[in-house]
Nanobody, 128 residues
């Protein structure tokens, strides 16, 4: 069973940076994962921000964060970081890490329903 643990988040001013980290586990060290970051602002649908395939390092970004956010392998095994630069007030939301085991090398899909393991969420607030 896949589990995730997320960390990071906080409050910054417009144009600032934050880093989120997510650790995925499945009970054995050889597992590969699709790790996704989603976000949900009050009154809005939960949307995918970026995905990362630990088997191949293939990435996906939603258009609104391309060029500002970077998803990458973290320093520890099965850790995936989301570096968020040039943050805007509209990036403010609860951010959730989600993961599933990966059995291919392609980009991980961004559909919420594909992920069964979710973190508790971490708040990101960007003030103008």
């Amino acid at each position: 069973q896949v589990q995730v643990a997320e960390s990071g988040g906080g409050s910054v001013q417009d144009g600032g940076s934050l880093r989120l980290s997510c650790v995925a586990s499945a009970g054995y060290t050889a597992a590969s994962f699709c790790v996704a970051w989603f976000r949900q602002a009050p009154g809005k649908e939960r949307e995918a921000v970026a995905t990362f395939n630990t088997r191949s390092s293939t990435t996906y970004y939603t258009n609104s964060v391309k060029g500002r956010f970077t998803i990458s392998q973290g320093s520890a095994q099965n850790t995936v970081d989301l570096q968020m630069d040039s943050l805007k007030p509209e990036d403010s939301a609860m951010y959730y890490c989600a993961a599933e085991q990966s059995y291919s090398r392609g980009a991980c899909r961004a559909e919420r329903g594909l992920y069964n393991a979710w973190g508790q969420g971490t708040q990101v607030t960007v003030s103008s």
